[in-house]
């Protein structure tokens, strides 16, 4: 199994505490390149909760579903940044698609 680490960003609402801890919203991923299945995930929360909840909605998943991600996230997460969430999911898949495309080029 061939592993990458890779990190999507997005703003967080400023009455966050995510805003003032970190300025924005960090989703960290390792995906597997082989399948393209998320093997781990992390993220700037302010409360373990969320970062465990967060690792159960993407961990198993194939980042490059990056719809159904959100469909699951704005369906299951109701946090306050649950925009950032899908917003960075969205941006680390997008990174992947990416590196993927130099890959192949």
């Given amino acids: 199994m061939t592993t990458i680490y ?3 960003e997005a703003k967080s ?11 924005l919203f ?5 995906v597997d390149t082989e399948s393209h299945v998320i093997r781990e995930a992390d993220c700037t929360a302010t409360l ?4 465990e909840f967060v690792g159960e909605l993407l961990v ?13 996230i704005t369906e299951r997460y ?4 649950q925009k950032a969430l899908a917003a960075s999911v ?3 898949a997008a990174k992947y698609r990416d590196l993927s495309a130099d890959s192949t080029a």
């Fill in 26 to 30: 960090f989703i960290g991923l390792v």
């Fill in 13 to 23: 609402p400023s009455n966050n505490p995510i805003t003032t801890q970190w300025g």
């Fill in 90 to 92: 969205r941006n680390a």
């Fill in 6 to 8: 890779l990190t999507g």
């Fill in 48 to 51: 373990t909760l969320t970062v």
């Fill in 60 to 72: 198993g998943r194939s980042i490059l579903d990056d719809d159904a991600l959100v469909e699951s």
């Fill in 78 to 81: 109701h946090g306050s940044s």
